[in-house]
């Protein structure tokens, strides 16, 4: 199957700093990424959807000015947390989808904490 | 995008089959039925996609009611390995359709 990579695994910041998170496509060109959000014993909440070269389309309830995405090229994307809170901490996956596909491919999640 | 309703849990004994059920009664004609799994920490995992007909792969099959308002996902031997949450996700049948995640069946698995 196809790889998802993100950057990094985990992160720790400080309340009031930015985080970026990447996402890689290894071995495919996403033309379409998924960012979702996971808290503890939750499922996954889908945060926005973005295509290459566009802006992302956020869900209701997720700031777009807080959380940036950036889909630049068909093989990256990133999410910045920007003033990064507490309750911000989650477990952040993407997902990659080729040119034409169905359903998608996720990354390993990163583990942001913000104290 | 259609919902899903899956049990919240389920246990296996090592090395039995375990049939995963999905009801989709809302799913439209060009609605592809997905299943991931997300093993603790990770992100989740393709396992199998299907329309109408049922579907083999080395990791599982997908058995589709012939009205397609239900799902079964079959391991066939489970492995402590399997361990896991398994989503039952609808996808439009084009490539516009997001992945939304429901809450998944919780499977444990005996030794």
């Known amino acids: 199957g196809a790889v998802v990579s993100q950057h990094p695994s985990w992160v720790i910041c400080k309340s009031g700093t930015s985080v970026k998170i990447e996402c890689r496509s290894l071995d495919f060109q996403a033309t379409t990424m998924f960012w979702y959000r996971q808290f503890p014993k939750q499922s996954l909440m889908l945060m926005a959807t973005s295509n290459e070269g566009s802006k992302a389309t956020y869900e209701q309830g997720v700031e777009k000015d807080k959380f940036l995405i950036n889909h630049a090229s068909l093989t990256l994307s990133t999410l910045t947390v920007t003033s990064a809170h507490p309750e911000d901490s989650s477990f952040y996956i993407c997902?990659?989808?080729?040119?034409?596909?169905?359903?998608?491919?996720f990354g390993q999640g990163t583990r942001l904490t913000v104290v | 995008d259609a919902k899903t309703t899956q049990p919240n849990s389920m246990e296996s004994n090592e090395e039995e089959p375990v049939h995963l059920p999905c009801n989709h009664s809302t799913i439209s004609g060009t609605d592809y039925i997905h299943w991931y799994r997300q093993l603790p920490s990770q992100g989740p995992e393709y396992v199998i996609h299907g329309l109408t007909s049922n579907v083999n792969n080395r990791m599982a099959s997908l058995a589709i009611a012939e009205d397609r308002k239900s799902s079964t996902l079959i391991l066939h031997r489970a492995t402590l390995r399997d361990a896991a949450v398994y989503y039952c996700?609808?996808?439009?049948?084009?490539?516009?359709?997001?992945?939304?995640f429901g809450k998944g069946t919780k499977l444990s698995v005996k030794p």
């Open positions: 997902s990659g989808r080729k040119t034409g596909g169905r359903g998608a491919f």
């Open positions: 996700i609808l996808n439009y049948g084009g490539s516009q359709g997001n992945l939304i």
